[in-house]
């Protein structure tokens, strides 16, 4: 197998991974990656603001109201403006989605990162440079991505 068959099926075989930990936990919790991100991030800061949800996982404030537009549809999270400052919109979990916080499955990142961790600082540097160039030779430095295994619609960050 040539050198660039041998990397396209290495990537091929991440994004299964991916793929196939993302139907797992829509089939058990009912959720994506990305929902279960944003409702742990609720979870930790009852209250949070769409910002501020957006900086801590890295996605753009659109995307964050996209995905809080799905969740407040399946009640599992709402949007509390407050009577304080009416220019500020708190999100909540509701009991139905702290429900689906305690029950979704480990994220595949924790796996990945527990095992990143025990690499040497070297060693973890050369894995991101290579990964940020194959980002770059695949045209996806501009793709809107968080640190979570997830698939699902890809957009550009427009921030």
Do not use: C
């Not at 659109?62 to 995905?67: L, S």
């Not at 969740?71 to 708190?90: F, M, P, Q, W, Y």
């Not at 990143?116 to 050369?126: C, D, G, I, R």
């Amino acid at each position: 197998m040539r050198k660039d068959e041998e990397l396209l099926v290495a990537l091929r075989r991440v994004i299964r991974a991916v793929d196939l930990r993302s139907k797992q936990l829509s089939k058990d919790v009912g959720i994506t990656g990305p929902q279960l991100m944003v409702l742990q991030n609720i979870a930790e800061k009852p209250g949070i603001m769409v910002k501020e949800i957006a900086d801590n996982i890295n996605l753009s404030p659109a995307t964050i109201t996209n995905i809080l537009d799905r969740l407040e549809a399946r009640e599992l999270a709402n949007r509390i403006r407050s009577t304080e400052d009416k220019r500020k919109v708190g999100v909540y979990l509701t009991e139905k989605g702290q429900q689906a916080v305690e029950t979704a499955p480990r994220p595949l990142q924790e796996h990945f990162v527990e095992r990143f961790s025990q690499l040497a600082e070297w060693e973890q540097s050369q894995m991101i440079a290579t990964m940020q160039r194959i980002a770059s030779m695949m045209d996806a430095e501009q793709i809107d991505a968080s640190p979570v295994l997830a698939v699902g619609t890809l957009t550009e960050r427009h921030d």
